[in-house]
């Protein structure tokens, strides 16, 4: 299962098993989306499998993840996604009525994030070789001229931004699938983030690079980008935005919430000319209102992330291994 | 932020830290005894603000650390049997048995659930009334309790199908072992908060009294541990040896009643084996006669199993506070959470795992430049 949860584990099952085997240059840069470049039209590519359960949770179902995961890893290297492929894995004995609903929540998602369901697949296993509903997701999308996001052009003096509140998705998760109450509804940011990244390229099309804190949380997105880049990376923990509700249920759990997930956040590596105005930009759409630059890129530590924590310490943020596992007490 | 913010506060850190820094005129080794707060220690860097004279040394209080590996071994047993529903906290999942953990076993095919509480494992029987279901019933005086209270309420409700693996372990037998050591280093103790709002603090003042050793109980957040410190600290400059609550939103001079007398209840005080370490006498608790039917060890018949540690492994030195974990050789190298030769390494409170993952910057050779202030 820890090969799944996007951290150590996942990295090397790509890095030493699938890369090698499928080889090619563009695979090698382990991108969240392909950039590629066919008939001198750039684009990217990218394609995600969703196994959320519960198939519902407050703020979302796997029909909104299944489209916005993959319009935001296109969004993550620049890309307005168009088009989507979906591909549905039905368990025997789903009920037609569950994945009618499904179906609906994934059209409507597809439609309010402007891209179009182009083909498809369906097929259906054995009850009891599935979790009811799986869906795969591809989908391709244009690069504007002028913008190139990938870790590599990560240098020292860029600022790190936030997009919003971090946690949110993992725990509302938590909180149905393990039967757990926190005291308030905390809904997934579950959402689709091409609009933003629009914004913020429209400032400057010179942003380093994009990234979705989805599993494995902020911590991994940070840790991937510093490894890929090189870079050393500080973040000052007091500004890492968390909501009192997750930064409470991760305490009872035991659970760190820069290493849980999230579905409608991005961090932004930007060089510092340009950091204020696209802070202004990202604050002045609705997904990125509570925007803040966490941190920078320095010449220490290369490929590191180092946490200055709110007492003055510091601290090395690591790489999750796999799933985090609630502690006993 | 309620609760948590309030005691993470920069501006009194910084104050308790100057009445720390200005109290003390000579070297104290002082032992928290519980792996949260060596977490809360190393995370939040309250180790690296203290003054050079205040030495921290991390104590046993690791529950999944301590886990002897017989039990372990007598878990990766059960829950490869067929039939079986082995429920566990997370945490114990990736501790090493002898040759695979738990996560191995569920890979393999084995039951194995996580659960956040063991009345799930209760609920998880009641709808399986056709399977044998195990919870996995470690830790000190804060997780026995509820595991109490779900033995009484399978036998209360009749289920038949749950039983308990137990290795629970106290602490005040082992600060006892800790002191008595030839090689005892620990001039303080920062006791654990959690453990005494179940216990109370009445264990303390003959232990604090016979070893001279000032006890002072400690909560879990920055602002406690440093609390914790300065009181310490206080006491031994002055030369002084008592027993001091600086956890009172949490802990009252009794404990809590209605947990202990579950407790007497449901089981009774043994000898048990500390991994890594040994023996202690009256350090644990075992189902108590009345209960044995709910016995995972006496219902599955694991007897004769035979176990080998590591030889490479010094998490027992760790546990004592006799070595830091990075002084071990294998840290890092041999052993990483990754590959962890012991439970200090895997486990969500082990004293290896916060080295190895909040510190490696400070104890690798690579770049050692200072961290800028941003």
């Given at each position: 299962m820890g090969h799944g949860g996007g951290g150590a584990l996942s990295a090397e099952l790509v890095q030493h098993v699938f890369a090698p085997a499928f080889g090619g240059e563009v695979l090698a840069q382990l991108g969240d989306a392909a950039a590629l470049s066919l008939g001198g039209v750039r684009m990217a590519f990218s394609t995600d499998s969703f196994v959320v359960?519960?198939?519902?949770f407050p703020g979302g179902s796997i029909g909104d993840l299944a489209v916005n995961g993959t319009v935001n890893d296109l969004a993550m290297s620049g890309a307005r996604a168009a088009y989507l492929s979906c591909g549905f894995i039905l368990e025997e004995g789903v009920e037609m009525e569950t994945v009618a609903r499904v179906a609906e929540a994934l059209g409507a998602a597809a439609r309010s994030a402007g891209v179009e369901v182009v083909t498809g697949d369906t097929k259906v296993v054995e009850a009891g070789h599935g979790d009811g509903i799986f869906i795969n997701t591809a989908g391709i999308g244009l690069i504007p001229a002028g913008v190139d996001l990938r870790p590599?052009?990560?240098?020292?003096g860029d600022v790190v931004i936030v997009s919003g509140a971090i946690g949110v998705h993992g725990v509302a998760i938590m909180s149905v699938r393990e039967g757990l109450e926190f005291g308030v509804e905390i809904e997934s940011d579950c959402a689709a983030l091409g609009g933003l990244v629009d914004a913020m390229l429209a400032v400057t099309p010179d942003v380093h690079v994009l990234r979705d804190?989805?599993?494995?949380?902020l911590a991994a997105a940070l840790n991937e980008i510093a490894v890929a880049s090189g870079a050393g990376v500080v973040i000052r923990e007091r500004d890492v935005p968390v909501p009192p509700a997750v930064a409470n249920a991760c305490a009872v759990l035991g659970l760190d919430p820069m290493y849980v997930a999230n579905e409608g956040k991005l961090v932004a590596f930007v060089p510092r000319e340009h950091a204020d105005a696209v802070l202004d930009a990202m604050r002045a759409h609705p997904l990125g209102a509570e925007s803040r630059i966490i941190g920078e890129v320095v010449d220490a530590h290369p490929g590191m992330v180092v946490a200055r924590t709110g007492l003055g310490g510091t601290r090395v943020v690591d790489l999750p291994i796999g799933e985090q596992l609630p502690r006993i007490c | 932020m309620k609760y948590i913010d309030e005691f993470q506060d920069p501006d009194l850190a910084r104050r308790l830290l100057d009445d720390i820094h200005s109290t003390v005129t000579r070297p104290w080794a002082l032992m928290e005894v519980c792996g949260g707060q060596t977490h809360t220690i190393i995370r939040h860097g309250i180790d690296q603000l203290l003054p050079d004279q205040v030495e921290l040394i991390h104590g046993p209080g690791c529950p999944v650390c301590v886990t002897p590996l017989e039990v372990i071994d007598k878990a990766l047993e059960i829950a490869s049997r067929p039939g079986v529903i082995f429920c566990s906290f997370g945490d114990m999942l990736r501790v090493p048995g002898t040759g695979r953990d738990l996560f191995q076993v569920r890979g393999a095919g084995g039951d194995v659930r996580v659960v956040y509480s063991p009345l799930d494992a209760l609920r998880i029987a009641q709808q399986n009334p056709d399977r044998q279901v195990v919870f996995f019933g470690i830790g000190f005086e804060t997780t026995a309790p509820p595991n109490a209270m779900t033995v009484y309420q399978a036998r209360k409700l009749g289920i038949p199908n749950f039983s308990l693996l137990v290795s629970h372990v106290r602490v005040p037998p082992a600060i006892e072992a800790i002191m008595q050591s030839p090689t005892c280093r620990v001039q303080g103790f920062l006791a654990a908060g959690h453990v005494c709002s179940v216990?109370?603090?009445?264990?303390y003042p003959e232990l604090a009294e016979r070893y001279r050793v000032p006890i002072v109980v400690t909560g879990f957040e920055p602002l406690d541990i440093l609390e914790g410190v300065r009181r310490t600290v206080a006491q031994l400059e002055r030369g002084e040896h008592t027993v001091d609550n600086a956890y009172p939103r949490a802990v009252r001079?009794?404990?809590n009643p209605a947990a202990r007398a579950m407790l007497e209840d449901v089981f009774e005080v043994t000898d048990r084996a500390w991994r890594g370490i040994g023996v202690i006498p009256d350090s644990g608790w075992r189902l108590s006669p009345k209960y044995r039917e709910y016995d995972a060890e006496y219902r599955f018949s694991v007897d004769g199993i035979q176990t080998r540690e590591p030889a490479a492994c010094r998490s027992g030195e760790v546990l004592q506070g006799l070595l830091k974990p990075h002084e071990c050789e294998a840290f890092g190298t041999l052993c990483t959470p990754r590959t962890p030769l012991g439970a200090t390494m895997v486990s969500s409170e082990g004293a290896c795992a916060a080295y190895y993952l909040y510190r490696r910057l400070d104890l690798t050779p690579a770049p050692r430049e200072a961290t800028p202030v941003v």
């Amino acid at each position: 299962m820890g090969h799944g949860g996007g951290g150590a584990l996942s990295a090397e099952l790509v890095q030493h098993v699938f890369a090698p085997a499928f080889g090619g240059e563009v695979l090698a840069q382990l991108g969240d989306a392909a950039a590629l470049s066919l008939g001198g039209v750039r684009m990217a590519f990218s394609t995600d499998s969703f196994v959320v359960r519960p198939l519902f949770f407050p703020g979302g179902s796997i029909g909104d993840l299944a489209v916005n995961g993959t319009v935001n890893d296109l969004a993550m290297s620049g890309a307005r996604a168009a088009y989507l492929s979906c591909g549905f894995i039905l368990e025997e004995g789903v009920e037609m009525e569950t994945v009618a609903r499904v179906a609906e929540a994934l059209g409507a998602a597809a439609r309010s994030a402007g891209v179009e369901v182009v083909t498809g697949d369906t097929k259906v296993v054995e009850a009891g070789h599935g979790d009811g509903i799986f869906i795969n997701t591809a989908g391709i999308g244009l690069i504007p001229a002028g913008v190139d996001l990938r870790p590599q052009r990560v240098v020292p003096g860029d600022v790190v931004i936030v997009s919003g509140a971090i946690g949110v998705h993992g725990v509302a998760i938590m909180s149905v699938r393990e039967g757990l109450e926190f005291g308030v509804e905390i809904e997934s940011d579950c959402a689709a983030l091409g609009g933003l990244v629009d914004a913020m390229l429209a400032v400057t099309p010179d942003v380093h690079v994009l990234r979705d804190p989805t599993r494995g949380g902020l911590a991994a997105a940070l840790n991937e980008i510093a490894v890929a880049s090189g870079a050393g990376v500080v973040i000052r923990e007091r500004d890492v935005p968390v909501p009192p509700a997750v930064a409470n249920a991760c305490a009872v759990l035991g659970l760190d919430p820069m290493y849980v997930a999230n579905e409608g956040k991005l961090v932004a590596f930007v060089p510092r000319e340009h950091a204020d105005a696209v802070l202004d930009a990202m604050r002045a759409h609705p997904l990125g209102a509570e925007s803040r630059i966490i941190g920078e890129v320095v010449d220490a530590h290369p490929g590191m992330v180092v946490a200055r924590t709110g007492l003055g310490g510091t601290r090395v943020v690591d790489l999750p291994i796999g799933e985090q596992l609630p502690r006993i007490c | 932020m309620k609760y948590i913010d309030e005691f993470q506060d920069p501006d009194l850190a910084r104050r308790l830290l100057d009445d720390i820094h200005s109290t003390v005129t000579r070297p104290w080794a002082l032992m928290e005894v519980c792996g949260g707060q060596t977490h809360t220690i190393i995370r939040h860097g309250i180790d690296q603000l203290l003054p050079d004279q205040v030495e921290l040394i991390h104590g046993p209080g690791c529950p999944v650390c301590v886990t002897p590996l017989e039990v372990i071994d007598k878990a990766l047993e059960i829950a490869s049997r067929p039939g079986v529903i082995f429920c566990s906290f997370g945490d114990m999942l990736r501790v090493p048995g002898t040759g695979r953990d738990l996560f191995q076993v569920r890979g393999a095919g084995g039951d194995v659930r996580v659960v956040y509480s063991p009345l799930d494992a209760l609920r998880i029987a009641q709808q399986n009334p056709d399977r044998q279901v195990v919870f996995f019933g470690i830790g000190f005086e804060t997780t026995a309790p509820p595991n109490a209270m779900t033995v009484y309420q399978a036998r209360k409700l009749g289920i038949p199908n749950f039983s308990l693996l137990v290795s629970h372990v106290r602490v005040p037998p082992a600060i006892e072992a800790i002191m008595q050591s030839p090689t005892c280093r620990v001039q303080g103790f920062l006791a654990a908060g959690h453990v005494c709002s179940v216990m109370g603090v009445g264990e303390y003042p003959e232990l604090a009294e016979r070893y001279r050793v000032p006890i002072v109980v400690t909560g879990f957040e920055p602002l406690d541990i440093l609390e914790g410190v300065r009181r310490t600290v206080a006491q031994l400059e002055r030369g002084e040896h008592t027993v001091d609550n600086a956890y009172p939103r949490a802990v009252r001079p009794e404990g809590n009643p209605a947990a202990r007398a579950m407790l007497e209840d449901v089981f009774e005080v043994t000898d048990r084996a500390w991994r890594g370490i040994g023996v202690i006498p009256d350090s644990g608790w075992r189902l108590s006669p009345k209960y044995r039917e709910y016995d995972a060890e006496y219902r599955f018949s694991v007897d004769g199993i035979q176990t080998r540690e590591p030889a490479a492994c010094r998490s027992g030195e760790v546990l004592q506070g006799l070595l830091k974990p990075h002084e071990c050789e294998a840290f890092g190298t041999l052993c990483t959470p990754r590959t962890p030769l012991g439970a200090t390494m895997v486990s969500s409170e082990g004293a290896c795992a916060a080295y190895y993952l909040y510190r490696r910057l400070d104890l690798t050779p690579a770049p050692r430049e200072a961290t800028p202030v941003v």
